[in-house]
């Protein structure tokens, strides 16, 4: 997708489960995996048309000709929010792309959320942001 400034941001979604995770007592009950996973109102492409329209290419990093993959969970929640305390960068690039990427999906609409038996549940989504000049 080429947004109005002429960078190109590919998206592609990470399989789940790649990344561990360590549990604690605010981790407990939070899915890698549902049985239904969540889904972005719309589907995939939906999905990568809302990164596409709303994720800009700092100028810092663009002026510096920084480049990279910025890799990004956060937590679908039981309703389909997204919580705004449990977005966090795994492998980051730059500051100011990895401010880019948890700024983009704080934007984000409520998911369909997971369901894990029949019931909505918690559910770690992992999303690769990748932002390269052309």
């Known amino acids: 997708m080429m947004s109005k400034i002429g960078i190109t941001i590919l998206f592609s979604i990470l399989l789940k489960g790649v990344f561990a995770q360590p549990e604690n007592d605010f981790t407990i009950g ?3 995996i549902a ?6 109102p ?3 492409k939906a999905l990568f048309e809302f990164l596409g329209e709303n994720t800009k290419f ?3 990093a663009k002026d510096a000709g920084i480049q990279g993959i ?3 969970q956060f937590v679908i929640m039981e309703d389909g929010s997204i919580n705004p305390d449990m977005v966090e960068i795994l492998r980051g690039v730059h500051p100011a792309l990895d401010q880019e990427a948890i700024r983009v999906i704080k934007l984000m609409p409520n998911w369909v959320p997971g369901y894990q038996r029949g019931q909505a549940v ?3 989504y992992k999303l690769p942001f990748r932002f ?3």
């Open 30 to 32: 939070i899915h890698s």
């Open 35 to 40: 049985e239904v996973n969540p889904e972005f």
């Open 42 to 44: 719309g589907g995939e």
């Open 58 to 60: 700092p100028a810092i």
């Open 70 to 72: 910025v890799y990004v």
């Open 122 to 124: 918690r559910v770690y």
């Open 132 to 134: 390269y000049l052309k």
